[in-house]
Protein backbone atom coordinates (compact mmCIF):
# COMPACT_ATOMS: atom_id res chain seq x y z
CA UNK A 1 0.00 0.00 0.00
CA UNK A 2 0.96 2.99 -1.17
CA UNK A 3 0.39 7.17 0.37
CA UNK A 4 -1.59 7.67 -2.70
CA UNK A 5 -3.93 5.30 -1.72
CA UNK A 6 -4.49 6.42 1.87
CA UNK A 7 -4.30 10.30 1.44
CA UNK A 8 -6.67 12.96 2.27
CA UNK A 9 -7.39 14.29 -1.49
CA UNK A 10 -7.98 16.60 -3.20
CA UNK A 11 -6.31 19.00 -0.47
CA UNK A 12 -7.87 21.75 0.92
CA UNK A 13 -5.15 24.88 -0.04
CA UNK A 14 -4.55 28.56 1.65
CA UNK A 15 -3.23 31.33 0.03
CA UNK A 16 -0.83 33.44 1.70
CA UNK A 17 -2.54 36.41 1.19
CA UNK A 18 -5.30 34.49 3.36
CA UNK A 19 -5.76 37.07 7.16
CA UNK A 20 -5.34 34.52 9.37
CA UNK A 21 -8.78 34.61 11.04
CA UNK A 22 -10.20 34.10 7.47
CA UNK A 23 -7.99 30.72 7.68
CA UNK A 24 -9.35 29.46 11.22
CA UNK A 25 -13.25 29.81 10.05
CA UNK A 26 -12.36 27.55 7.07
CA UNK A 27 -10.39 25.01 9.21
CA UNK A 28 -13.08 24.93 11.74
CA UNK A 29 -15.88 24.39 9.19
CA UNK A 30 -14.01 22.04 6.95
CA UNK A 31 -12.55 19.75 9.90
CA UNK A 32 -8.68 19.96 9.51
CA UNK A 33 -6.05 21.58 11.88
CA UNK A 34 -3.48 22.09 8.73
CA UNK A 35 -3.34 23.11 5.34
CA UNK A 36 -0.56 23.63 2.44
CA UNK A 37 -0.23 27.11 1.47
CA UNK A 38 -0.08 27.34 -2.61
CA UNK A 39 0.15 30.06 -4.90
CA UNK A 40 -0.02 29.93 -8.76
CA UNK A 41 0.09 26.26 -8.30
CA UNK A 42 3.22 25.95 -6.59
CA UNK A 43 3.77 24.45 -2.32
CA UNK A 44 5.14 27.48 -0.32
CA UNK A 45 4.91 26.05 3.00
CA UNK A 46 2.22 25.01 5.46
CA UNK A 47 0.22 26.06 8.41
CA UNK A 48 -1.24 24.63 11.41
CA UNK A 49 -4.48 25.50 13.40
CA UNK A 50 -1.26 25.91 15.97
CA UNK A 51 0.46 28.57 14.23
CA UNK A 52 -2.86 30.84 13.49
CA UNK A 53 -3.51 30.57 17.22
CA UNK A 54 -0.01 31.04 18.36
CA UNK A 55 -0.51 34.15 16.29
CA UNK A 56 -3.41 35.88 17.81
CA UNK A 57 -2.80 38.25 20.77
CA UNK A 58 -3.64 37.23 24.32
CA UNK A 59 -6.19 38.75 26.61
CA UNK A 60 -3.16 39.79 28.53
CA UNK A 61 -1.78 42.60 25.90
CA UNK A 62 -2.15 45.89 26.20
CA UNK A 63 -4.55 45.89 22.73
CA UNK A 64 -8.46 47.41 23.27
CA UNK A 65 -11.12 45.27 22.26
CA UNK A 66 -11.70 47.18 19.15
CA UNK A 67 -7.72 47.38 18.27
CA UNK A 68 -7.65 43.60 17.96
CA UNK A 69 -9.44 42.86 15.18
CA UNK A 70 -7.82 45.62 13.13
CA UNK A 71 -4.67 44.31 14.18
CA UNK A 72 -5.69 40.43 13.46
CA UNK A 73 -6.97 41.23 9.96
CA UNK A 74 -3.72 42.43 8.86
CA UNK A 75 -1.79 39.18 9.83
CA UNK A 76 -1.47 36.83 6.55
CA UNK A 77 -0.87 33.34 6.03
CA UNK A 78 2.72 34.16 4.62
CA UNK A 79 3.86 35.99 8.03
CA UNK A 80 2.88 32.91 10.16
CA UNK A 81 3.11 29.64 7.78
CA UNK A 82 5.89 27.34 8.07
CA UNK A 83 8.39 27.65 5.13
CA UNK A 84 11.12 24.94 5.20
CA UNK A 85 8.19 22.13 4.52
CA UNK A 86 8.62 18.03 4.55
CA UNK A 87 7.03 16.75 1.84
CA UNK A 88 6.77 12.83 0.43
CA UNK A 89 5.71 11.21 -3.10
CA UNK A 90 2.56 9.63 -3.94
CA UNK A 91 4.16 5.88 -4.54
CA UNK A 92 6.23 5.73 -1.22
CA UNK A 93 5.31 3.10 1.14
CA UNK A 94 2.50 4.23 3.58
CA UNK A 95 4.84 2.69 6.81
CA UNK A 96 7.41 4.72 5.35
CA UNK A 97 5.10 7.98 6.17
CA UNK A 98 4.48 6.73 9.14
CA UNK A 99 7.91 6.72 10.30
CA UNK A 100 9.11 9.20 9.01
CA UNK A 101 5.97 11.42 11.00
CA UNK A 102 6.85 9.56 13.97
CA UNK A 103 10.27 9.93 14.18
CA UNK A 104 10.34 14.11 13.23
CA UNK A 105 7.49 14.21 15.26
CA UNK A 106 4.94 15.74 12.53
CA UNK A 107 1.48 15.11 12.59
CA UNK A 108 1.02 15.48 8.40
CA UNK A 109 2.77 15.43 5.24
CA UNK A 110 1.53 16.83 1.87
CA UNK A 111 1.79 14.56 -0.72
CA UNK A 112 3.85 15.38 -4.02
CA UNK A 113 3.55 13.97 -7.93
CA UNK A 114 6.68 15.22 -9.42
CA UNK A 115 6.43 18.57 -8.82
CA UNK A 116 2.56 18.73 -8.17
CA UNK A 117 0.60 18.75 -5.15
CA UNK A 118 -2.12 15.92 -4.63
CA UNK A 119 -2.75 15.75 -1.58
CA UNK A 120 -1.46 15.28 2.30
CA UNK A 121 -1.30 12.20 4.69
CA UNK A 122 -2.23 13.04 8.26
CA UNK A 123 -2.21 10.95 11.49
CA UNK A 124 -5.98 10.91 11.12
CA UNK A 125 -5.39 8.79 7.88
CA UNK A 126 -2.90 6.44 9.19
CA UNK A 127 -5.56 6.21 12.73
CA UNK A 128 -8.23 5.37 10.15
CA UNK A 129 -5.89 2.40 8.63
CA UNK A 130 -4.46 1.26 11.82
CA UNK A 131 -8.48 0.26 12.60
CA UNK A 132 -8.73 -1.32 9.11
CA UNK A 133 -5.59 -3.30 10.11
CA UNK A 134 -6.73 -4.60 12.80
CA UNK A 135 -10.22 -5.44 12.23
CA UNK A 136 -11.66 -2.65 14.62
CA UNK A 137 -14.67 -2.37 13.20
CA UNK A 138 -15.19 -5.83 12.25
CA UNK A 139 -16.82 -8.38 15.17
CA UNK A 140 -14.55 -11.88 15.84
CA UNK A 141 -12.48 -13.13 18.31
CA UNK A 142 -9.77 -11.35 19.20
CA UNK A 143 -6.10 -12.98 20.60
CA UNK A 144 -3.25 -12.09 21.51
CA UNK A 145 -0.29 -14.64 22.16
CA UNK A 146 3.38 -14.70 22.23
CA UNK A 147 5.08 -17.14 19.60
CA UNK A 148 8.46 -18.36 18.56
CA UNK A 149 10.42 -16.18 16.01
CA UNK A 150 10.31 -19.46 13.58
CA UNK A 151 10.05 -19.68 9.58
CA UNK A 152 6.77 -20.94 8.60
CA UNK A 153 4.99 -20.03 12.14
CA UNK A 154 2.45 -17.99 10.97
CA UNK A 155 1.62 -20.12 8.30
CA UNK A 156 0.99 -22.99 10.95
CA UNK A 157 -1.31 -20.84 13.01
CA UNK A 158 -3.46 -19.32 10.47
CA UNK A 159 -3.74 -23.45 8.75
CA UNK A 160 -5.07 -23.92 12.84
CA UNK A 161 -7.38 -21.37 12.72
CA UNK A 162 -9.24 -22.56 9.58
CA UNK A 163 -8.79 -26.04 10.42
CA UNK A 164 -10.87 -24.62 13.40
CA UNK A 165 -13.39 -23.16 10.74
CA UNK A 166 -12.25 -19.46 11.78
CA UNK A 167 -11.70 -17.09 9.42
CA UNK A 168 -9.11 -14.66 10.03
CA UNK A 169 -10.43 -11.11 9.12
CA UNK A 170 -6.89 -9.33 10.94
CA UNK A 171 -3.68 -10.22 11.77
CA UNK A 172 -0.87 -8.50 13.20
CA UNK A 173 2.51 -9.22 14.30
CA UNK A 174 4.80 -7.31 16.75
CA UNK A 175 7.95 -6.95 18.63
CA UNK A 176 8.08 -9.96 21.26
CA UNK A 177 9.39 -10.04 24.71
CA UNK A 178 12.98 -10.75 23.32
CA UNK A 179 14.55 -11.78 19.46
CA UNK A 180 13.36 -15.20 19.87
CA UNK A 181 9.83 -14.35 20.20
CA UNK A 182 6.68 -11.84 18.73
CA UNK A 183 3.78 -10.93 19.39
CA UNK A 184 0.65 -11.92 16.99
CA UNK A 185 -3.03 -10.60 17.42
CA UNK A 186 -5.29 -12.30 15.50
CA UNK A 187 -8.69 -11.20 14.70
CA UNK A 188 -11.30 -14.44 13.66
CA UNK A 189 -14.67 -14.53 12.54
CA UNK A 190 -17.02 -17.67 12.57
CA UNK A 191 -15.84 -19.12 15.70
CA UNK A 192 -16.45 -19.32 19.81
CA UNK A 193 -13.43 -18.17 22.23
CA UNK A 194 -13.42 -22.05 23.44
CA UNK A 195 -12.26 -23.38 19.73
CA UNK A 196 -10.32 -20.75 19.18
CA UNK A 197 -8.19 -20.71 21.92
CA UNK A 198 -8.30 -24.74 21.38
CA UNK A 199 -6.31 -24.00 18.02
CA UNK A 200 -4.22 -21.94 18.98
CA UNK A 201 -2.59 -23.20 22.09
CA UNK A 202 -0.54 -25.27 20.06
CA UNK A 203 1.13 -22.81 18.35
CA UNK A 204 1.74 -20.03 21.45
CA UNK A 205 4.07 -19.90 23.99
CA UNK A 206 1.78 -18.03 26.14
CA UNK A 207 -1.84 -16.84 25.22
CA UNK A 208 -2.06 -13.12 26.58
CA UNK A 209 -5.11 -11.95 26.12
CA UNK A 210 -8.82 -13.65 24.55
CA UNK A 211 -11.63 -11.66 24.27
CA UNK A 212 -14.93 -11.41 21.70
CA UNK A 213 -15.46 -8.31 20.17
Same mark, same amino acid.
Given at each position: ????D??SH ?16 M????HI?R???VQ???L?? *??S !?K?L?? /? ?7 ? $? ?7 M $?????K????V $??? %???? +? ?5 A #? ?5 ? !??S????M @??? %??? &?? *???T ?6 L?F?? #??E =?G??A ?5 E?? &???? @?? /?? #??? +??G ?8 ? =??E? #??? =? ?5 VG????EAL?K???? @???R????? $??
Amino acid at each position: MIVGDRMSHPVITVSPELPILEALDMMRREHIRRTPVVQDGKLLG *IVS !QKNLLN /AAPSSATLL $SFWEMPIMM $SKVKIKDVMTV $SVL %TIRD +DTPIEEA #ARIMADR !QISGLPVM @HGK %TLV &GI *ITETDLFKLFLEFMG #ARE =RGVRATLLVKEEM &GGLA @HL /AR #AIA +DAGGNIVAMGLF =RGEN #AAS =RTATVKVGGITMEALEKAIRP @HALRVIDLR $SL
